[in-house]
């Protein structure tokens, strides 16, 4: 499978701040790239998705920031709320697979 | 969004039987699912892809004989770990991708948490 990593394995914030969690990828050719969100004992959930052909997008309270010259990516969420804590995969898409980075454990201190 | 669903949730076996774990996309056809394997505090490993009608793909590592994937219809694939071990609990979870529109993200099913005992 092809390499996708995270700079942080945990994250601790306080709540109402806001969050950056970082991932590099190793495929220059990879063209879309989903952040996730997984709690415990559950299955990842969507978050927001960018395709190679961006270098930012917005959702409700995340943004995805996408730099393809570094082949880095960041997930930021804004307002930090204490149901935010769990922990945060990137994912890139390799032809028809995903492969998933190591994850960031988020914990928001109330 | 489209929802897939894994039964069961949860299984205990004992160390040398055979599970069965079920993956089911519930309002879309899926002619590709997903599997993956998850350790505690890891990431999610993908084992496998299902093809419907057809073979599946395994990732490199990735014993075909031991985890036998079935995908005999657009809305169900099944992964059967074979002769299981204690070293075989895990957390699996299989997705997969709607087709029939733009959005390319996959879904995910809840997992199911085998311990083998």
């Known amino acids: 499978g092809e390499s996708v990593g995270l700079h942080l394995p945990t994250l601790s914030v306080q709540e109402g701040d806001n969050s950056i969690i970082n991932c590099a990828y190793s495929?220059?050719?990879?063209?879309?790239f989903i952040w996730y969100k997984q709690e415990s004992g559950k299955g990842p959930q969507f978050i927001i998705d960018?395709?190679?052909?961006?270098d930012k997008r917005q959702g409700q309270r995340v943004t995805v920031l996408l730099n393809k010259t570094v082949k880095h990516l960041s997930l930021q969420i804004a307002a930090t709320q204490p149901g935010d804590s769990a922990v945060y995969f990137c994912a890139e898409n390799t032809g028809n697979q995903f492969y998933f980075g190591t994850g960031t454990s988020l914990t928001v201190i109330p | 969004g489209a929802v897939v669903s894994q039964h069961p949730s949860r299984v205990i076996c004992k160390s040398g039987t055979s599970v069965k774990i079920e993956c089911r996309s519930l309002?879309?056809?899926?002619?590709?699912m997903f599997w993956y394997r998850q350790f505690p505090k890891q990431s999610l490993m993908l084992m496998a892809t299902?093809?419907?009608?057809?073979?599946?793909?395994?990732e490199q590592g990735v014993e075909k004989d031991k985890f036998l994937i079935n995908h005999a219809s657009l809305t169900l694939s099944t992964l059967t770990v074979t002769s299981a071990h204690p070293e075989d609990s895990s957390f699996y979870i299989c997705s997969a991708r709607d087709p029939s529109t733009q959005n390319t993200e996959a879904f995910f099913g809840q997992g199911t948490r085998l311990t083998v005992v």
């Open positions: 960018i395709r190679s052909n961006m």
């Open positions: 299902s093809n419907e009608g057809s073979k599946a793909t395994y």
């Open positions: 309002d879309f056809q899926a002619t590709t």
């Open positions: 495929n220059s050719a990879s063209d879309y």
